[in-house]
């Protein structure tokens, strides 16, 4: 039996593999992020180890797709549960200062034993093609028709991947088919030659062409994760990474990094024009993330235990002392939905939406109660 984890693991590996054949830059950024956390854990192995270790970075990926309305979410939904990817979050773009027909949210493994073992994650997009803000009536109808013509899971791809929810991973030869028809799914996929078509709906938002004009799935992109992100884009100029700024790459802070900060990369022949990478901080509380929406890094305390004296953010408790927890999800959004609309996609999914502060807050409790006892 291959377990759910290594199924994960093993999703991972190849999704990078066929991203890295379509995009021969994507090889030279996880080569060179590689080379970045390598030094790194040996100039400074503790914290490496806060931060969760060489071998889990070096295997850490995270994803975004687009999809074409709620059918295609909730395939998606059963797709990554046969993974131990679970949904996390609702982002809605929708009244975002760039707004956009778009909702959002994250699969990935929720228990922390899942994370370490492998925390792959997918963020996960569905376009809101009813919204009458963004699609008039006639452009709604002709899109829907368009994407329900679409079939991106197929049928022996989503019996598999309940079979893996059932029994917690499949046997060998079934998980190598799963894992293959799970990869041919993210293929690259044809786009429209009808440019009217396509520029309609570019007026609308840019997603809208992106869905509207392609037969399958994109990637857009599969980031991975390095210890030190600035020393990633020193390096990345050395072999032809173009650096693009002003798309949430932060300054350095004189204290511990929180939640995420990415970089994109300009490369020829990228699908969309870039490569992201990104580094991972301390996952904060809402109260955290509040100050941090309105302040950015000025108003954030600069140690740890300023940090979680404030209840600013979250901690592990152990009997050594209190160590961070890692911010798993996605970057917050201008406009996040937040827990409000947690029962609207999880209706909309047909299974439950997990709120991220809540696993959080539930970690932290629970290594308290461990300690105390």
Same mark, same amino acid.
């Given at each position: 039996?291959?377990?759910?984890?290594?199924?994960? =693991?093993?999703? @991972?590996? =190849?999704?990078?593999?066929?991203?890295?054949?379509?995009?021969?830059?994507?090889?030279?950024?996880?080569?060179? =992020?590689?080379?970045?956390?390598?030094?790194?854990?040996?100039?400074?192995?503790?914290?490496?180890?806060?931060?969760?270790?060489?071998?889990?970075?070096?295997?850490?990926?995270?994803?975004?797709?687009?999809?074409?309305? +709620?059918?295609?979410?909730?395939?998606?939904?059963?797709?990554?549960?046969?993974?131990?990817?679970?949904p996390v979050g609702c982002?809605?773009?929708?009244?975002? +200062?760039?707004?956009?027909?778009?909702?959002?949210?994250?699969?990935?493994?929720? /228990?922390?034993?899942?994370?370490?073992?492998?925390?792959?994650?997918?963020?996960?997009?569905?376009?809101?093609?009813?919204?009458?803000? *963004?699609?008039?009536? /006639?452009?709604?109808?002709?899109?829907?028709? %368009?994407? @329900?013509?679409?079939?991106? *899971?197929?049928?022996?791809?989503?019996?598999?991947?309940?079979?893996?929810?059932?029994?917690?991973?499949?046997?060998?030869?079934? =998980?190598?088919?799963?894992?293959?028809?799970?990869?041919?799914?993210?293929?690259?996929?044809?786009?429209?030659?009808?440019?009217?078509?396509?520029?309609?709906?570019?007026?609308?938002?840019?997603?809208?062409?992106?869905?509207?004009?392609?037969?399958?799935?994109? %990637?857009? !992109?599969?980031? +991975?994760?390095?210890?030190?992100?600035?020393?990633?884009?020193?390096?990345?100029?050395?072999?032809?990474?173009?650096?693009?700024?002003?798309?949430? !790459?932060r300054p350095v802070r004189?204290?511990?990094?929180?939640?995420?900060?990415?970089?994109? *990369?300009?490369?020829?022949?990228?699908?969309?024009? %870039?490569? %992201?990478?990104?580094?991972?901080?301390?996952?904060?509380?809402?109260?955290?993330?509040?100050?941090?929406?309105?302040?950015?890094?000025?108003?954030?305390?600069?140690?740890?235990?300023?940090?979680?004296?404030?209840?600013?953010?979250?901690?592990?408790?152990?009997?050594?002392?209190?160590?961070?927890?890692?911010?798993? /999800?996605?970057?917050?959004?201008?406009?996040?939905?937040?827990? /409000?609309?947690?029962?609207?996609?999880?209706?909309?999914?047909?299974?439950?939406? !997990?709120? +991220? *502060?809540?696993?959080?807050?539930?970690?932290?409790?629970?290594?308290?109660?461990?300690?105390?006892?």
């Amino acid at each position: 039996m291959v377990e759910t984890w290594e199924l994960r =693991a093993r999703f @991972a590996r =190849a999704l990078g593999a066929a991203y890295g054949r379509t995009v021969p830059a994507y090889d030279t950024l996880v080569e060179v =992020a590689d080379e970045v956390n390598a030094d790194f854990a040996a100039r400074n192995p503790a914290g490496a180890e806060r931060r969760g270790g060489l071998a889990r970075i070096t295997v850490e990926r995270h994803g975004a797709i687009r999809l074409g309305g +709620p059918t295609e979410l909730r395939q998606a939904a059963i797709l990554f549960s046969g993974f131990g990817m679970h949904p996390v979050g609702c982002y809605d773009r929708r009244g975002a +200062p760039d707004p956009a027909p778009v909702v959002s949210t994250a699969f990935r493994p929720v /228990d922390p034993i899942e994370l370490a073992r492998n925390p792959f994650g997918m963020f996960t997009s569905m376009l809101t093609t009813a919204d009458r803000r *963004f699609f008039d009536g /006639d452009l709604q109808h002709r899109l829907e028709n %368009v994407l @329900a013509a679409r079939s991106v *899971f197929p049928t022996e791809l989503l019996h598999l991947a309940a079979l893996a929810t059932e029994e917690g991973g499949l046997t060998a030869p079934t =998980a190598e088919r799963f894992v293959a028809l799970a990869v041919a799914a993210f293929a690259p996929s044809d786009t429209a030659a009808d440019r009217s078509w396509l520029s309609a709906l570019e007026r609308v938002a840019p997603v809208a062409a992106d869905l509207g004009g392609r037969t399958g799935v994109r %990637v857009v !992109h599969l980031a +991975p994760r390095v210890f030190d992100i600035d020393d990633l884009c020193r390096r990345s100029a050395r072999h032809g990474l173009r650096r693009i700024d002003g798309i949430d !790459h932060r300054p350095v802070r004189g204290g511990p990094d929180v939640l995420v900060r990415r970089v994109s *990369f300009g490369a020829a022949g990228t699908p969309g024009g %870039v490569l %992201v990478a990104e580094s991972r901080g301390i996952a904060l509380t809402p109260e955290g993330q509040e100050l941090y929406a309105a302040h950015g890094d000025d108003d954030i305390p600069q140690t740890e235990a300023e940090l979680e004296a404030r209840g600013l953010a979250y901690f592990t408790h152990r009997r050594t002392g209190a160590e961070p927890i890692l911010y798993e /999800d996605f970057p917050p959004m201008p406009v996040d939905s937040g827990p /409000d609309h947690l029962p609207w996609l999880s209706e909309t999914l047909g299974r439950a939406v !997990h709120d +991220p *502060f809540t696993l959080y807050r539930q970690q932290q409790d629970h290594s308290r109660e461990r300690t105390a006892s």
